[in-house]
């Protein structure tokens, strides 16, 4: 089993910055990839972005290409999500996930942490 465990997210004002972490636990060996997504109210949950778990291969939802970035501290078995000029409609319950391999469906999740993004 992997726990995953959010946290960093906040109130911010449109245009502000926040990073999310999500540090892995248990079986860190058997991750592949780990991917953040979010849910807004009333709305299905999305793409965010996602990393492999060698660092060298990331992905990101068209929305917030040139704005979000997703790292990993390899030591510390963390993932980070570095969002920058933060729109209101970025505003959502953001999780991470991880999948243990490429055509595995994302199997652990966290609990997720709020982001809200005022105007």
């Known amino acids: 089993q992997v726990q995953l465990v959010e946290s960093g997210g906040g109130l911010v004002q449109a245009g502000g910055s926040l990073r999310l972490s999500c540090a892995a636990s248990?079986?860190?060996?058997?991750?592949?990839?780990v991917g953040w997504f979010r849910q807004a109210p009333g709305k299905e949950r999305e793409f965010v972005a996602s990393?492999?778990?060698?660092?060298?291969?990331?992905s990101y939802a068209d929305s917030v290409k040139g704005r979000f970035a997703i790292s990993r501290d390899k030591p510390q078995n963390t993932v980070y999500l570095q969002m920058n000029s933060l729109k209101p409609e970025d505003t959502a319950v953001y999780y991470c996930?991880?999948?243990?391999?490429?055509?595995?469906?994302?199997?652990?999740w966290g609990q997720g942490t709020q982001v809200t993004v005022s105007s």
């Open positions: 996930a991880a999948r243990p391999g490429p055509n595995n469906e994302y199997r652990y």
């Open positions: 248990g079986r860190t060996f058997s991750i592949y990839a």
């Open positions: 990393i492999n778990w060698s660092g060298y291969a990331t």
